[in-house]
C-alpha cells in the first residue's frame, strides 16, 4: 500500500475516524492502531506479519529480561543475543544471496566451483527499518536511556507503526514509547503542519520523482552508452533531485500521517544540498539513520576516542557499513566508501588546518558534486553501467535527446527548493493555522486536486522501499 | 496482558470522567478542526477529481466488488463531469500535457490533440 494512492487514502481516512473516536481510550486506540498496521504491511504480503510479530516479541522479551537482570555480563549477554538475532534475520533475508554468489565466485576463483545452496528468498519491505528500530530499542534499554516499555503490545506497536514502517524515519524508542503511553493530542499547528507534510511530499513523488524518473533517470542509466554528455549530466541532476524527492516525500507525508494521528515523528531531512560539507550532509540526508549509525556503530567502534587515525577508521568502518544497509550489491559498498573517504579527508584536513575555510559557496558546490558521484555509483546496476555512464559523460558528445524544457525546469526547481529559509513548511502551517477550518480544507483539496491533475498515471514505489 | 491496563499506571488525564483541563479541551477543540478539515477536503475532492476514483477503480480485482466500484466511481465521474466539476482538473491536466510536450515534434496520429504542441510548419 503506497502513500500517494487511493487505497492508502480510504484505508487512512478510516484509521483516523477509529482512532479518534476512541476518545480517551487509550488502550483501545493503541490495539487498533497495531491491527492496522499489520493490514497496511500486509498489503504487500501477509506471511510477513509473522516476521514483524515475531521480531517485535523477541525484541520484547530480551528488553524485559535485560531490565530484570542484575549482572553485568548477565546484561551484556542479553543485549549481544538480541543484536546477533536482528541481525541475523537482516542477513537471512537481505545478505543471503550476496553472500552465498561472492562465495561462489572465490571458489570458482580458484577452481573449487561448486553448486551452492542459492535461495529466491524475498526482501520483506522495510526489514532494514523495523531491524534497526529493534537494535536501538534493546541498545537503549541496556544502556539506559530508555526505560523498558510497559507492555508487549507498546514494543510492537513501536515497531509495526504504520507511518514509519517500511520506510522511516528511524524512530528512537525513547521518542515514540512515552508518546504510546499518553492519550494523543493536536493542536491547530500540527493538524496544519501534518497537512502541509502530506500535500507536499505528494507533490514531490508523484510530480518530480515521478516524472524526473520516467522520463530521464531510468532510460539513460538503463543504456548509458546510447546517451551524449548532456542527457547524462542532466540525468544525474535529475536523480539528485529525484532521490531527494522520493526519499523525503515518504519521510514527509510519514511525518505528517503520525501527526493527524497525534504523534510526533523527527525530522529527517533539512534541505541536504545546502551543506558545504560532506560532514554537514549527513546532518542533513536521512538524519534518523546518520544518528543511528552515530550511536549504534560509529561511537561502539570508539567513536572519537583514541586519536585522529583510529577516529578515521571507525568512520570509514561505520560509513561501507552503512552503505552495505543500503543494498546488498558492491556499488552500495563503494557509495558507502567513497562517502567515507571523502570524510576521512575532510577530518584529516580540519586537523591540519583548523583555522583554514573554504568560502561556503565553494563548499556547497564541491560537496554538492561528490554527493552526485555517489548519486552514480548508487543508481547504476553494476560497476560496468557506472563506469559506462562516468566515461561518456567524458567523452560522448552527442546531441541531447531527452532534455526538455519540463525536465530542466523540474531539475531547476527541485535543486532550488534547497534555497528556501529553512522552515518554510513550519511558516506555512503557521498561516493556515489562523484560517477557518473549511478555508484551509479547501486550500488542501486544491492543492491535492492540482497534484493529481499533474501527477503520471501510476506510482512507482518508493526508492526507499527496497532498503 | 498485552496492553497495560492497570489502572494504577494511568494519569488522572486518562479516567473518561476526569473533567477535561482547558488544555485537552483545546486539544478535543483541534481534533474537531482536523476532523472537519478532513472531512471538506475528502468531499472537495470526492466532486471534482472523480477521475481518480475511476482509475483507481480500473485497478481493482474484477470480481464483483471490483466490477461494482467500477460501475459507480465511473457513473459517479459521469455525473460530475455532466456538472462540470471536472473541468480545473482537466484543464490543469491539458496545461501540464502541453507543457510536457513543448519541444516534441507533433506525431499527427498518436497525439490526442494535434494543435496542442504543434511548432510552426516549415
Request: glycine letters at 8%; aromatic letters at 14%.
Amino acid at each position: 500500500m503506497l502513500f500517494p494512492t487511493m487505497q492508502f487514502g480510504l484505508f487512512f481516512l478510516v484509521v483516523y475516524a477509529v482512532t479518534w473516536g476512541f476518545g480517551r481510550d487509550n488502550v483501545a486506540r493503541k490495539w487498533f492502531l497495531l491491527l492496522a498496521s499489520w493490514v497496511f504491511y500486509a498489503a504487500w504480503d501477509w506471511h510477513f506479519v509473522f516476521l514483524l510479530i515475531g521480531s517485535g516479541v523477541m525484541n520484547w522479551w530480551v528488553a524485559d529480561r535485560i531490565n530484570r537482570t542484575e549482572s553485568d555480563g548477565r546484561r551484556k549477554a542479553l543485549v549481544a543475543l538480541g543484536v546477533t538475532i536482528n541481525l541475523l534475520v537482516l542477513g537471512v533475508f537481505k545478505y543471503y544471496g550476496f553472500f552465498v554468489e561472492q562465495l561462489g565466485t572465490l571458489l570458482d576463483s580458484f577452481g573449487w566451483g561448486r553448486d551452492l545452496p542459492l535461495l529466491e528468498i524475498i526482501l520483506p519491505v522495510g526489514i532494514s527499518f523495523f531491524t534497526f528500530q529493534g537494535i536501538s530499542y534493546l541498545v537503549d534499554v541496556y544502556r539506559g536511556k530508555t526505560p523498558v516499555a510497559r507492555s508487549l503490545g507498546d514494543v510492537l506497536l513501536l515497531m509495526s507503526f504504520f507511518p514509519h514502517l517500511v520506510a522511516g524515519p528511524i524512530v528512537r524508542a525513547s521518542h515514540l514509547l512515552p508518546q504510546f503511553e499518553r492519550t494523543p493530542k493536536l493542536s491547530r499547528e500540527i493538524v496544519c503542519h501534518g497537512l502541509v507534510l502530506i500535500a507536499w511530499g505528494l507533490a514531490k513523488k508523484t510530480i518530480f520523482a515521478s516524472e524526473l524518473a520516467t522520463r530521464i533517470v531510468d532510460p539513460v542509466f538503463f543504456d548509458p552508452a546510447s546517451f551524449g554528455v548532456v542527457d547524462l549530466a542532466m540525468a544525474a541532476y535529475a536523480y539528485a533531485v529525484q532521490i531527494y524527492c522520493d526519499f523525503s516525500a515518504y519521510s514527509d507525508i510519514a511525518i505528517g500521517v503520525a501527526a493527524l494521528l497525534g504523534y510526533r515523528f523527527p525530522r529527517n531531512f533539512d534541505q541536504p544540498y545546502r551543506a558545504t560539507s560532506l560532514q554537514d550532509f549527513w546532518r542533513r540526508w536521512h538524519m534518523s539513520l546518520s544518528q543511528w549509525l552515530r550511536d549504534y556503530l560509529y561511537i561502539p567502534l570508539g567513536g572519537g576516542r583514541g586519536g585522529l587515525w583510529r577516529s578515521c577508521r571507525n568512520l570509514l568502518i561505520t560509513m561501507l557499513l552503512g552503505g552495505l544497509w543500503h543494498g546488498a550489491a558492491w556499488t552500495f559498498v563503494a557509495w558507502g566508501a567513497l562517502h567515507g573517504v571523502v570524510l576521512v579527508i575532510e577530518r584529516l584536513w580540519r586537523a591540519a588546518r583548523p583555522n583554514a575555510a573554504w568560502p561556503a559557496w565553494v563548499g556547497l558546490i564541491v560537496t554538492f558534486h561528490v554527493v552526485l558521484l555517489g548519486w552514480i555509483l548508487f543508481r547504476a546496476e553494476d560497476f560496468t553501467a557506472a563506469s559506462t555512464f562516468l566515461v561518456s559523460l567524458a567523452t560522448h558528445w552527442t546531441a541531447p535527446t531527452l532534455v526538455t524544457p519540463m525536465i530542466l525546469s523540474l531539475v531547476v526547481v527541485g535543486l532550488a527548493l534547497h534555497a528556501l529559509p529553512p522552515r518554510a513548511g513550519e511558516g506555512v502551517a503557521q498561516l493556515l493555522s489562523k484560517l477557518p477550518s473549511p478555508a484551509t480544507a479547501l486550500l488542501f483539496g486544491a492543492a491535492v486536486l492540482i497534484i493529481e491533475a499533474i501527477r503520471p498515471e501510476g506510482v512507482a514505489p518508493f526508492i526507499y522501499f527496497r532498503f | 496482558m498485552l496492553f497495560d491496563t492497570d489502572p494504577a499506571d494511568l494519569d488522572p488525564e486518562d479516567f473518561g470522567y476526569a473533567h477535561p483541563d482547558e488544555e485537552e479541551a483545546a486539544a478535543d477543540k483541534a481534533r474537531g478542526y482536523a476532523s472537519r478539515i478532513i472531512l471538506i477536503a475528502t468531499l472537495f475532492l470526492a466532486v471534482t477529481n472523480a477521475a481518480s476514483l475511476v482509475s483507481w477503480s480500473s485497478t481493482l480485482n474484477p470480481d464483483w466488488g471490483g466490477r461494482t466500484m467500477r460501475v459507480l466511481s465511473q457513473g459517479w465521474a459521469g455525473q460530475m463531469s455532466e456538472l462540470h466539476l471536472d473541468l480545473f482538473r482537466n484543464q490543469v491536466r491539458d496545461l501540464w500535457a502541453a507543457f510536457a510536450a513543448l519541444p516534441r515534434k507533433p506525431d499527427p496520429e498518436s497525439s490526442p490533440d494535434p494543435g496542442l504542441a504543434a511548432p510552426p510548419a516549415e
